[in-house]
């Protein structure tokens, strides 16, 4: 086998990457903006009870509760709207990051301390009867939604993104 054709082997799958990349890259932004709306909509619609799923998890202290129980739902739609548009991505990633692991956090509180909540994610909340929780799974769905973040990260160059745009003007 020639020289040049090892070298076409070994640069063809970092071509195909290239090509692929922005791609998955604006299916996963994508994806989050939509999971982002889905968490924001149905807190929006019921402040109070975004309020109660924040005070569910007996961790910050009560003087803030209100302001994060109403505030969340407008920073995730905010951040949906960043990731939709492909502006800020890979900053939209960190924060998408920061929550995560505050949510992560919440949850590792609550069942370390043997607390039985809906978390409230995606609107509801609060405290639910004992052995209706699954922790393990509300933490298997944060570790897709980290990775998703991760990615977004590493790869935040997509297609259709105003970061695109406004880099090549």
Known sequence: MSTEAIEAQSEAPAGRWATVQPWLSLV??????????AAAVPKMVDIP????AVRA?????EAVVPLV???LPFVELVLALFLFAGLFTRLSAIVW?????????GVIWAWAHGLS????????????????TNYPLHMLERAGFVALGTYLLIWPRSRFSADGWMRAA
């Not at 996963?28 to 709306?37: E, K, S, T, Y």
């Not at 009870?49 to 109660?52: G, L, R, V």
């Not at 998890?57 to 202290?61: A, G, K």
């Not at 409230?120 to 009867?129: D, L």
């Open 97 to 105: 990051l920061v929550m995560m692991a505050g949510f992560v956090t």
């Open 57 to 61: 998890y007996r961790i910050l202290p």
């Open 69 to 71: 129980g109403t505030m």
């Open 49 to 52: 009870q975004s309020i109660i």
């Open 117 to 132: 909540i809906d978390c409230g994610c995606f609107g509801g909340g609060g405290e639910v009867a004992e052995g209706t």
């Open 28 to 37: 996963v932004r994508v994806a989050m903006a939509v999971i982002l709306v």
